[in-house]
Each structure stands twice: as structure tokens, then as C-alpha cells.
């Protein structure tokens, strides 16, 4: 069991349930009557949300591995699972069941808000985690594009499905606005994930060019890769201190916050990547960089203290 949460990378998938939470219960519910917020989804209705998204998910970490073994076994030998504890029969079964559960309960959701044709966002994130593990991982950038979208889609999920469906004549200004901040909360997680994935490559180049993949590092060299990575890095930067700039100035509370725990966690990745050399320093900015996405998006939880 252990080994089972451990391939579906039960962190991971923890980490995209409080998001989907925040978004819920600290960006749309507290707004319901000082401005008109009005949710699609029951609470169980939003529960299963948050169950599809994870089987999905965890569906692509299952699949990603299975494809991965001959690289895991030079970049990660000490952590590799299918192949060891679990067989690449099971896990394929698992893989399958994931989906399926996954893209079932999305079908069942969309007929219940009487939006059928959302419904293909659960199948098309399903059929790219596989198409970017059997495939166009191997594709220069193409497979850190598709990861970092489907991380994006993860978080705009809860806004097309309990904000669109409820849009009226009278809220649309509303819906749409709190969608919009959504949308910028995707928007962040798109950059950061992405500049992750290059970075990930970097701290992989070994494996991957043993097992042929075409990887930035790989077809530019590691250098290269990281000068490339750095300039990347000082897009959500700049980005975060402008969005602050501009919409949170008055805010003091999430101003400092973010100063504390975003912009100044990424001022120190662009440091540590103008430097980075070893395998060990990338590992570390990957780590950085995840614990960034993770206190960017946890500042949901200060907007019912603030829009009053």
C-alpha cells in the first residue's frame, strides 16, 4: 500500500486538492452575498470534482513511470517502484482504472450542471498525460508545454465548472471576474511548473539521453539549458511583482505575504540558477520552485479578509 501512494505521488495529489479547496472555500463561498458569487456544484457534487482531477492525475504519475523505468533506473534508481515493488502489469491495470473512474465521474458531472461537452476536458487531459509519457516527453519542449498546461487546467477546472454554468445577465460581471482571478492563479502555475520541467531535465540530462529522449539539456547543452532557465525564471517574477503592483498595492497584508513567500523565494531561484552547476543544485531549485507554487497559491486563503 506504501508503494502504491508512493506511485501516485499521494503529495502531489494533495497538493492539487487544496488548491481546488481554496479556490472553493476561501476565493468563491465567502463572496456568496457581499458580491453575488453563485456555485454550479453541490458539495458532493465539488467533492467529486476533486476526486476526478486526482485520478487523473494520479493516472499520469502511474503511466509517466511505466514509460520512465529505463531512465528512473540512472536518474532515480534508489526510488524506482514499477518494475520492483509493483509489476508494469499492475500498474498498467492501475493506470486504467484511474482513468476511467476519473474521465466516469467527469461525464457524470457535466450532464449533472446540463454541460455535456466539459466533459472532454477530463478525456483530452486523460488522453495527453499518455500521449506525453508514450511520446512527446521525448519532444523538445512540447512535453513541458503539455505538463505545465494540464497543472493550469487542474485549477481552472473549479472556475469553469462552478462559476460558467451560473452566469447570468445580472452576475456575469461577477462570475467573470472571479474567474479572471482564477485565471491568474492558473496563469502562475503555468510559468512556474514550466520553468520546473526544464529544470527537472536539467537535473535528468544523464538518463534521458541514455534512453534518447530530446530534452532542452539534451539538444543545447546544460549550460545553455540554464541561461535559458534563468531568463524564464525572471518572467514570473517580474509578473508577480507587477500583478501586486497594480492590484494588491493597498492590500498590506498580501503584499507582505507575497513579498515574503513568492517574490522573494523567487529572487533567490534566479540566484541560485545563474549559478547552478550540479545535479544536487537543480534538485534543490526544484524543490524551491514547488514550494512557491505551493505558498502562491495558498494566498487564496487571505481574499475573504480583503474584499470586503
Same mark, same amino acid.
Given at each position: 500500500?506504501?508503494?502504491?501512494?508512493?506511485?501516485?505521488?499521494?503529495?502531489?495529489?494533495?497538493?492539487?486538492?487544496?488548491?481546488?479547496?481554496?479556490?472553493?472555500?476561501?476565493?468563491?463561498?465567502?463572496?456568496?452575498?457581499?458580491?453575488?458569487?453563485?456555485?454550479?456544484?453541490?458539495?458532493?457534487?465539488?467533492?467529486?470534482?476533486?476526486?476526478?482531477?486526482?485520478?487523473?492525475?494520479?493516472?499520469?504519475?502511474?503511466?509517466?513511470?511505466?514509460?520512465?523505468?529505463?531512465?528512473?533506473?540512472?536518474?532515480?534508481?534508489?526510488?524506482?517502484?514499477?518494475?520492483?515493488?509493483?509489476?508494469?502489469? *499492475?500498474?498498467?491495470?492501475?493506470?486504467?482504472?484511474?482513468?476511467?473512474?476519473?474521465?466516469?465521474?467527469?461525464?457524470?458531472?457535466?450532464?449533472?450542471?446540463?454541460?455535456?461537452?466539459?466533459?472532454?476536458?477530463? !478525456?483530452?487531459?486523460?488522453?495527453?498525460?499518455?500521449?506525453?509519457?508514450?511520446?512527446?516527453?521525448?519532444?523538445?519542449?512540447?512535453?513541458?508545454?503539455?505538463?505545465?498546461?494540464?497543472?493550469?487546467?487542474?485549477?481552472?477546472?473549479?472556475?469553469? !465548472?462552478?462559476?460558467?454554468?451560473?452566469? *447570468?445577465? @445580472?452576475?456575469?460581471?461577477?462570475?467573470?471576474?472571479?474567474?479572471?482571478?482564477?485565471?491568474?492563479?492558473? *496563469?502562475?502555475?503555468?510559468?512556474?511548473?514550466?520553468?520546473?520541467?526544464?529544470?527537472?531535465?536539467?537535473?535528468?540530462?544523464?538518463?534521458?539521453?541514455?534512453?534518447?529522449?530530446?530534452?532542452?539539456?539534451?539538444?543545447?547543452?546544460?549550460?545553455?539549458? *540554464?541561461?535559458?532557465?534563468?531568463?524564464?525564471?525572471?518572467?514570473?517574477?517580474?509578473?508577480?511583482?507587477?500583478?501586486?503592483?497594480?492590484?494588491?498595492?493597498?492590500?498590506?497584508?498580501?503584499?507582505?505575504?507575497?513579498?515574503? !513567500?513568492?517574490?522573494?523565494?523567487?529572487?533567490?531561484?534566479?540566484?541560485?540558477?545563474?549559478?547552478?552547476?550540479?545535479?544536487?543544485?537543480?534538485?534543490?531549485?526544484?524543490?524551491?520552485?514547488?514550494?512557491?507554487?505551493?505558498?502562491?497559491?495558498? @494566498?487564496?486563503? !487571505?481574499?475573504?479578509?480583503?474584499?470586503?
Amino acid at each position: 500500500m506504501i508503494q502504491f501512494f508512493k506511485l501516485i505521488r499521494w503529495q502531489n495529489l494533495m497538493m492539487i486538492a487544496l488548491v481546488q479547496i481554496l479556490i472553493r472555500y476561501a476565493l468563491l463561498l465567502p463572496f456568496y452575498e457581499s458580491h453575488g458569487v453563485v456555485n454550479a456544484l453541490t458539495p458532493l457534487a465539488f467533492c467529486l470534482l476533486v476526486i476526478a482531477t486526482l485520478c487523473i492525475a494520479a493516472g499520469g504519475y502511474v503511466i509517466n513511470d511505466i514509460y520512465d523505468i529505463e531512465a528512473d533506473k540512472i536518474n532515480k534508481a534508489h526510488s524506482v517502484i514499477v518494475g520492483h515493488t509493483i509489476s508494469e502489469k *499492475t500498474a498498467l491495470i492501475i493506470f486504467i482504472v484511474l482513468n476511467v473512474v476519473g474521465v466516469g465521474i467527469g461525464y457524470y458531472l457535466s450532464n449533472g450542471i446540463d454541460k455535456s461537452g466539459y466533459f472532454v476536458l477530463f !478525456f483530452i487531459a486523460s488522453a495527453l498525460l499518455y500521449i506525453y509519457s508514450s511520446y512527446l516527453k521525448q519532444v523538445l519542449l512540447a512535453g513541458n508545454l503539455i505538463i505545465s498546461f494540464i497543472v493550469a487546467l487542474s485549477i481552472l477546472l473549479v472556475g469553469i !465548472f462552478e462559476l460558467l454554468p451560473a452566469i *447570468t445577465d @445580472s452576475n456575469r460581471p461577477v462570475q467573470i471576474f472571479f474567474f479572471k482571478l482564477i485565471l491568474d492563479y492558473a *496563469t502562475f502555475a503555468f510559468m512556474i511548473n514550466f520553468i520546473r520541467e526544464i529544470v527537472k531535465d536539467i537535473e535528468d540530462i544523464d538518463g534521458d539521453y541514455k534512453v534518447g529522449m530530446q530534452t532542452l539539456p539534451i539538444m543545447l547543452g546544460r549550460d545553455r539549458s *540554464t541561461k535559458i532557465a534563468f531568463v524564464l525564471s525572471l518572467i514570473p517574477l517580474f509578473a508577480v511583482v507587477y500583478y501586486v503592483i497594480n492590484n494588491l498595492f493597498k492590500q498590506q497584508l498580501l503584499v507582505g505575504y507575497f513579498l515574503i !513567500f513568492v517574490i522573494a523565494p523567487l529572487i533567490y531561484i534566479t540566484i541560485k540558477l545563474f549559478s547552478a552547476e550540479h545535479k544536487s543544485h537543480f534538485s534543490h531549485i526544484s524543490l524551491i520552485l514547488k514550494l512557491v507554487m505551493l505558498t502562491g497559491m495558498l @494566498s487564496m486563503a !487571505f481574499y475573504p479578509y480583503i474584499l470586503k
